[in-house]
């Protein structure tokens, strides 16, 4: 899942892939030449990964 930033209306909108077009659904505004974030933070990735090492680690 990916994200991208408005800088009109600085509102976030999400995709689960690369679309051709993509336009703001807020405001319109063309975002197809801004790059592409993650859509996930850092802290909720830090979280998963923790979550998969507790998961495999013997106890
Ligand atoms: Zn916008």
């Known amino acids: 899942m990916v994200r991208k ?3 009109k209306c600085t509102r976030s909108s ?3 892939g690369t679309r051709e077009v993509w336009n ?3 405001c319109g505004e ?3 030449a801004y790059p592409s974030l993650r859509a ?3 802290y909720e990735l830090n979280q998963s990964i923790r979550q998969s ?3 495999h680690s013997p106890k």
């Open 5 to 7: 930033e408005c800088p």
């Open 14 to 16: 999400y995709s689960s």
């Open 30 to 32: 063309d975002l197809t």
């Open 40 to 42: 996930i933070s850092y």
């Open 53 to 55: 090492a507790y998961h």
């Open 24 to 26: 703001c659904p807020v």
